[in-house]
């Protein structure tokens, strides 16, 4: 199992043809994020969003995912987590999927239409300036769209059936996601910018709109590394204008991989039992 993790540093040097192919991307990619651009973000974000997220691929149609995450307001007391265990099933699998890369670390790369279905815990310590509690029941139906340049679209429709507060509230949340990968010699990432809206049925003075734009490092082949820059328009006099910077490590585990790296394991260690001299 230790085999299969691949460092993304490697002693070679970038290829021409690879520089001469991409130099337009490279350029647009180093004009968003520019050399400590994200530090320069984070230290002017209102929210800190950190998060963890697990991802265990049972066969080539199912995966668990779950998610633990968080959000720290600059200059307050004010904190919550969240945590979320989903089943996601994908279907539907297409040829254009052979134009984008194969090695991607998202679990299934190749599916056309995922749906995911799951449960979400979220609450604020009741010292804070807003507790709150709620349990989530998520939804979702996300088509994949293979666009020219091979851009990933993703159009997730994702429905919350929410009770906060004892209070049952049904939230949609349409979002548009692009995904661009792309390599050097020396590392693997893939750059992503969306727009989702929040449409809060029978409340719309809390309806939000949120873009953001973000780089996700493929650090091995089971970790990815993901930073982003969000933020939310302003929908007074309820939604506030909100600048959040966020971190999220990612883990991509396989069923059949860990499987084999248990049994070559113990055959390993059975091996070397029956070689030990007896007595």
Do not use: C
Request: avoid cysteine; hydrophobic fraction near 40%; aromatic fraction near 18%.
């Amino acid at each position: 199992f230790e085999q299969s993790y691949v460092p993304f540093i490697k002693a070679r040097k970038p290829s021409a043809t690879f520089m001469l192919r991409h130099q337009w991307t490279l350029r647009l990619i180093l004009l968003l994020f520019p050399l400590g651009a994200f530090g320069q973000l984070a230290r002017t974000a209102q929210e800190i969003w950190p998060a963890v997220d697990l991802y265990y691929r049972i066969n080539p149609k199912w995966r668990v995912y779950t998610t633990f995450s968080g959000t720290k307001r600059d200059a307050s007391s004010y904190t919550d987590g969240a945590v979320g265990v989903f089943a996601d099933y994908f279907a539907y699998s297409t040829l254009l999927s052979q134009k984008f890369w194969p090695d991607r670390s998202d679990s299934l790369p190749g599916k056309f239409v995922w749906f995911r279905f799951g449960y979400q815990y979220s609450a604020a310590a009741p010292s804070s300036e807003d507790p709150f509690k709620e349990n989530m029941i998520v939804t979702e139906a996300n088509p994949r769209f293979y666009l020219p340049w091979k851009i990933l679209l993703t159009a997730k429709n994702r429905f919350d059936w929410r009770i906060n507060n004892d209070q049952f509230k049904i939230r949609y949340r349409p979002r548009l996601t692009f995904e661009k990968d792309l390599r050097t010699e020396y590392l693997f990432f893939t750059a992503t910018a969306f727009t989702e809206y929040f449409v809060n049925f029978g409340s719309s003075s809390v309806n939000r709109l949120r873009t953001q734009l973000g780089l996700e490092i493929r650090v091995t082949k089971h970790i990815n590394y993901e930073v982003f820059w969000n933020h939310q328009f302003a929908n007074e006099p309820e939604i506030q204008s909100v600048d959040a910077f966020g971190m999220s490590l990612k883990v991509y585990l396989d069923h059949k991989e860990m499987k084999h790296a248990f049994h070559s394991k113990k055959s390993k260690k059975a091996a070397q039992q029956k070689t030990t001299p007896q007595g």
